[in-house]
């Protein structure tokens, strides 16, 4: 059986208990940005001299003598409190799980939190100290501590996580001295068969290099929309999540994210694109990314699909299957049916290039949609919004036809108020939910301690009034509340199963 690993190395610490591993909006086509301090926020390979160590002589040593330094090594604390303390006394559980408990924790009662420590690499992309990683070598780290060949240790920050790509920005604090930096290549120009070279921590072992081809592009591993990995036979084991992939130049190629591989420690590894990394770098730099949001789901044309609606032998292009209520595809009348072949005069060969094209659109903005419908070529142009929360989208917790849209100030200060997040409930969801038509919203996120949470709400609840006016979508809801203060109680109807009941929810948010 194939199995995916994640690339980092964690152990989870708890007394004895000892857990094992886990595995801008387009590129910039001029000089990368700047960061807020006014510098270059990467480095470019300018192809002149001093040019990256090419090698000439059949050793790789002048090349990795060359890059190591910028190399890093990423240590990370993780505390998790302990969901289930506190559910019975000490000693009420069975003999066997009061073993248990004396073995790891030296007691009869449950740890208040599990202390984990996480391995992984990085590489220093400017001279402020700004570092690229993956998301998952950083997500939830209490504590970053980032070590340079030279022995050198910083203390770093998260700057931006993007869960979408697996990409994240961390930034070196209290600097001293100066840092080593690596150029950023282009990952579009790589091919197959071309060498590729990666350092990191694979398994502890800091520094560690391997050789290899890059074996295929594009491939899929998630099946989410900005798959897009490249796969390498370069050798990528635990701890290398987050390093470099470098192409024989000495520029970044990748970030190194993870294998498929039938058993730890060997397989096929896969890392992010640099183009895609360089795409969202701006964004991360402001904390979070934003990206476009069309509302449709699409497949892939096959052969049979396009004999159907007569655009064979072309299989290129997206088939729109559903269209979302009130969405930016549905107020630009696209339909089910609609093949899409080109966004913004760019082709699109396929379901997850149209989400990737229309996502680097800003949210707010405008894109032109090339379709066919019923054997024409028409152009449809669409206001995208902003797409739903990322990280939830990336966990599976909300399907991309559950909406979203662009929050506004208002829209904003109403999920402050009320910590949830809403969508409007899709045809497939009402039937799901055994609602009818567009009664209520469904609420697809609760901030945890948040005003809705302390009263009981829980994602997949329906909110069918705020007092005694109807909701029927989300600006109803987000105009109801946009108009109390924080401090007052909203009464809303919530619909949970089979039942309905008014619930209490006093609004969050900074009195006046």
Avoid at 134 to 152: C, P, Q
Avoid at 338 to 350: A, L
Avoid at 480 to 486: D, E, I, N, Q, S
Wanted: proline residues 7%; glycine residues 12%.
């Amino acid at each position: 059986m194939r199995r995916l690993v994640i690339t980092c190395s964690v152990v989870i610490l708890s007394a004895a208990l000892v857990a094992g591993s886990c595995a801008a909006n387009g590129a910039d086509s001029g000089h990368p940005p700047q960061s807020p301090q006014g510098k270059q926020l990467w480095h470019e390979s300018t192809g002149t001299p001093p040019a990256p160590n090419v090698p000439t002589s059949g050793s790789l040593a002048p090349l990795i003598k060359q890059l190591k330094p910028a190399v890093v090594n990423i240590s990370t604390t993780t505390v998790v409190k302990n969901p289930h303390r506190n559910l019975r006394a000490p000693g009420m559980g069975g003999d066997e799980e009061d073993d248990l408990l004396r073995r790891f924790f030296g007691q009869r009662e449950m740890p208040r939190e599990f202390r984990g420590t996480s391995l992984g690499s990085g590489f220093i992309i400017n001279d402020e100290g700004y570092v690229l990683t993956n998301n998952h070598v950083v997500k939830d780290a209490t504590d970053i501590k980032v070590r340079l060949s030279d022995g050198r240790e910083f203390e770093a920050k998260t700057v931006g996580r993007d869960p979408a790509t697996d990409v994240a920005l961390i930034k070196l604090q209290e600097l001293k001295g100066k840092l080593p930096t690596v150029a950023l290549g282009d990952s579009d120009a790589l091919e197959q068969g071309d060498f590729v070279l990666t350092i990191g921590s694979p398994l502890g072992f800091r520094e560690s290099a391997t050789f290899g081809i890059v074996s295929a592009k594009d491939r899929q591993l998630t099946g989410g929309p900005f798959d897009d990995f490249l796969q390498t036979d370069a050798a990528i084991n635990q701890g290398n999540s987050g390093g470099p992939l470098f192409n024989i130049k000495g520029e970044v190629v990748g970030i190194n994210t993870a294998i498929v591989s039938p058993q730890i420690g060997s397989g096929i590894g896969f890392a992010v694109p640099i183009n895609l990394a360089k795409q969202i770098i701006p964004q991360l730099l402001k904390g979070k990314v934003t990206r476009g949001y069309l509302g449709v789901s699409v497949s892939e044309l096959t052969p049979d699909l396009a004999q159907g609606f007569g655009l064979a032998p072309s299989t290129k292009g997206a088939v729109v299957q559903n269209v979302a209520p009130r969405s930016p595809a549905s107020r630009a009348g696209i339909q089910p049916g609609d093949v899409v072949v080109g966004v913004g005069g760019k082709p699109v060969d396929g379901a997850s290039a149209l989400t990737r094209s229309v996502s680097s659109v800003p949210p707010g903005g405008k894109a032109t949609l090339s379709l066919f419908r019923s054997g024409k070529k028409h152009d449809v142009q669409v206001t995208v919004t902003q797409r739903p929360d990322e990280e939830a989208l990336a966990r599976g917790e909300i399907s991309p036809e559950e909406g979203g849209g662009q929050q506004g100030p208002a829209e904003r200060k109403g999920a402050e108020k009320l910590g949830i997040r809403v969508a409007p409930i899709t045809p497939d969801l009402a039937r799901e939910l055994g609602t009818q038509g567009d009664q209520g919203v469904v609420v697809v996120q609760v901030t945890p301690d948040g005003p809705a949470d302390k009263a009981g709400i829980q994602r997949s609840d329906l909110i069918l009034q705020v007092g005694n006016q109807q909701v029927n979508s989300v600006e109803q809801l987000v105009s109801a509340v946009g108009k109390m203060k924080p401090g007052e109680v909203a009464l809303l109807r919530v619909r949970r199963g089979q039942q309905a009941q008014f619930v209490a929810v006093r609004l969050g948010g900074e009195k006046k």
